[in-house]
Each structure stands twice: as C-alpha cells, then as structure tokens.
C-alpha cells in the first residue's frame, strides 16, 4: 500500500498537534496531491469503505468510530450523492471528485441552492463558500446568524434528507459564511457522526445512512 507523508504548518493541523494527534489519514477519491492509501488495497477493500463518528456521552471522551474497508451501503440508505469522475491514478484505480457532489441547501428563507458539496471528515465546522451565499443572515466572525434553519437534500429528491438549526457547537450546527469565489458547501464532520458515510469508488457514489 502507498503512503505519503506530509509536514505542514497550517493551523489547523497544529491544533490537533496540541491535542497529541500527530496524524490525520486522508481518504478523498479526488486527484489531489496526498495519495489514498484505501484505494490500493486488494479486491472489495479498497472499492468502497464506511466511516462513522461517535459523539461523546456525557464526561466520557475519545470514543472510538469505525471505518469499514469493503463496507456496503444498506438498502435503506438516506441520501446518494454522485461525484464528478475525473479520471484514473498510476495505479489504475478510478478518481472521483469528493469535493464537488451535487447537494442542495437552503439556508432560511432564502431559495434552495444546489451545487459543490463536499463531505469533509477532517474538519470540525461547516463551511459556506461563495459569492452566491453573501446576503445569507451572519453575526460575528462570519458565522450563519443562530437559529437560522438549514436544510439539505439529494437532487431531484422529493423530501429534505437532513435539517438542523445553525448554533456554535463544532461538528454539530456551527456554519461559517465566506461570501467570495465560487459556491461550494463544506459539510464539516457532523454528517460522520449524524451518519454512516460509505464511499463506493467504483460508481463514484456517496451514501448516507443512519448508523
């Protein structure tokens, strides 16, 4: 299995230095420059694989999640996404672009928009990227004025799949608005823990099902 390891001084890794994280393993499908070590393991294992979060109860911390290689989305799967295919690595193994499911959102009252989703393991707080997003309801430091509801849902779906109400808890309802450049949707990981999220690397899908 390939591997690659990278140095950075991004912030945002250096926090989790200081929580003794020393490192983050990376499992996008897309054609990025860190390679997805999943993808080259042996028959079934690295065509599709599941990740889970658990949330802490109460003062118990660091609970374990899951990730399953081989993992098979269940009939009664909530939403499927499909990613853009983008091409084939050295190795053969097809490359779907995770950072670029169609999704639809609506933020309040404002008209439902669809477009780039990316579903996003490692990082704890919502993102709402794009000019398209610049009159969405924000209170301090760019974050979606609380209380605003949100909706979410597959394309062409005739239900909302997912809602919550927009708060401060990272990995829960914390939505950041970055009003510039094109639009894209950064889920941030609470769909891990609201959801089992199973990648299928020979379709280019997404699943979303409850755990």
Known sequence: MPFQYV?????YIQQWTGRKIFGILGIGTGSG?????????PANLGLSWSVHFERN?????????SLVLGGQAPPETIMVFQ????????????????HASNGCWRFGVKPEWCGNTWF??????????????????QGANGLLRQGTRVEFAAPGSAYVGHRF?????ASRNYV???P????????????YFDYTVTYNVALGKIYLSKS
């Open 7 to 11: 140095n950075t001084t991004n912030p």
């Open 33 to 41: 420059d860190l390679t997805n070590p999943l993808m080259a393991m």
């Open 57 to 65: 109860i109460s003062d118990r911390i660091g609970r374990l999640g």
């Open 83 to 98: 990613s853009p295919f983008v091409g084939k690595n050295i190795n053969g193994a097809l490359l779907w672009n995770d």
């Open 120 to 137: 996003d393991s490692g990082f704890t707080k919502m993102r709402v990227k794009g000019r398209v997003f610049a009159r969405l309801p």
């Open 165 to 169: 109400v927009s708060g401060d808890q």
């Open 176 to 178: 950041r608005v970055l």
């Open 180 to 191: 510039k450049g094109a639009g894209v949707v950064n889920t941030g990981n609470s769909f």
